[in-house]
């Protein structure tokens, strides 16, 4: 999302946002000099807190939630979020004010009531300047969100490279494949211009084709190559092979990588998706438990495999490109253990040669 600052001494009002490198920042606007650095502390809150709202329609868009025409359903309220972009402009010009006995219409609308909250601090300091000014922002702003929607990552919009979305684009998906495709082993702009879960999609494709070269030549199982590797150079092993697993068992690269940053979003929610996964984990803790002489340190190192999912919720779709890419380079750490070269190619031509389903 894009945050909002004010700097005092010049009385700007700064737009930042990330880039997968570093952070962009933007004046907007001036503020007039009569106006208290509370007031403008508020002014910067309200919207950033705008931003929030409205990039979370992106990433948990209705589509992600099931059917958005049945009333009341999570798909439903989060379709009503996102159709209320069109009200933002028009609250920040003409916001709810209270009226002569104190009272004030507050919307049910988080997105809504946000851009209204804007509206007020703009009221309090009233220069019509500044509310033009704050009309234009939100407007870049929801125009960057509906251009990442559409796989347009370019200007303000390439800060959905730092976000996690419950749902895939198609045509960013097909640009990372023809990254790894130049690339097996990825490259910086997979983290800097491309949305991290559609990476994440033609990585796990790429894992899997990477492990079934590696197979071949090692003569181990594809399921098996990571951990393998792991004997040779430190690395990530549970996700890959996770996913390696599931990839290898006929599930698709979407089916595995939604599923994965699915469970992630609704941790960071405090939520479980399948709590039968969660007891079914804790059961077989249970068994091991029973079964072993396990001392403090040794009941410690036990409990602590226990994850209620698998990837970090604050970041999960990074977390995962990062293991995902690491398991590939784990491939080709055991490859060069039989052949000194070759790795990128022989991927390569396994990746011309099947027709794996990404989506």
Same mark, same amino acid.
């Given at each position: 999302m894009t945050r909002y600052a004010y700097e005092p001494k010049s009385g700007a009002l700064v737009a930042t946002w990330g880039t997968g490198r570093g952070d962009t920042a933007e004046t907007i606007a001036t503020l007039p000099?009569? &106006?208290? !650095?509370? *007031?403008?502390?508020? =002014?910067?809150?309200?919207?950033t807190k705008l931003s929030e709202y409205q990039w979370r329609t992106y990433t948990h868009p209705a589509s992600a939630a099931g059917d958005s025409e049945v009333p009341n359903s999570v798909a439903w309220h989060r379709a009503e979020e996102r159709n209320r972009f069109a009200e933002v402009e028009g609250a920040v010009r003409a916001p709810n004010l209270p009226d002569d006995d104190g009272l004030m219409a507050v919307s049910y609308s988080v997105v809504e009531e946000a851009a209204h909250r804007i509206g007020r601090v703009a009221h309090l300091i009233g220069d019509a300047k500044l509310v033009e000014l =704050? +009309? @234009?922002? *939100?407007?870049? #702003?929801?125009?960057?969100? /509906?251009?990442? /929607?559409? @796989? $347009?990552?370019? @200007?303000?919009?390439?800060?959905?490279?730092?976000?996690?979305? +419950? $749902?895939?684009? !198609?045509?960013? &998906?097909?640009?990372?494949?023809?990254?790894?495709?130049a690339d097996p082993l990825g490259s910086i702009d997979l983290f800097t211009d491309i949305d991290p879960a559609a990476a994440a999609v033609a990585a796990a494709?790429?894992?899997? =084709? %990477?492990?079934? *070269?590696?197979?071949?030549?090692?003569?181990?199982?594809?399921?098996? *190559?990571v951990a393998e590797a792991d004997n040779l150079e430190a690395l990530q092993v549970e996700t890959p092979t996770l996913v390696l697993e599931r990839l290898c %068992?006929?599930?698709? !690269?979407? #089916? &595995?990588?939604? $599923? =994965?940053?699915? $469970?992630?979003?609704?941790?960071? #929610? @405090?939520?479980?998706?399948?709590p039968a996964r969660i007891v079914e984990a804790a059961e077989a803790i249970e068994r091991r438990m029973r079964g072993d002489e396990l001392d403090e340190e040794g009941l410690t190192a036990l409990t602590d495999e226990f994850r209620i999912c698998r990837l970090d919720p604050a970041r999960p779709a990074v977390d995962l490109l990062e293991d995902l890419l690491d398991g590939i380079r784990g491939c080709w750490l055991l490859y060069r253990e039989e052949h000194e070269s070759g790795f990128e190619e022989a991927v390569r031509a396994e990746g011309d040669k099947q027709s794996t389903p990404l989506l």
């Open positions: 000099t009569a &106006v208290e !650095p509370e *007031v403008a502390l508020v =002014l910067a809150a309200a919207l =704050l +009309a @234009g922002e *939100v407007r870049t #702003e929801q125009a960057a969100i /509906e251009a990442a /929607e559409l @796989g $347009d990552l370019s @200007g303000r919009a390439r800060q959905a490279v730092e976000l996690s979305r +419950a $749902d895939i684009s !198609p045509v960013q &998906v097909f640009a990372a494949d023809a990254l790894l495709h494709r790429w894992l899997h =084709l %990477a492990a079934q *070269v590696t197979a071949e030549a090692a003569s181990v199982h594809p399921v098996h *190559v %068992a006929g599930e698709s !690269p979407t #089916e &595995v990588v939604v $599923d =994965l940053i699915a $469970d992630a979003l609704a941790a960071a #929610e @405090g939520r479980v998706r399948n």
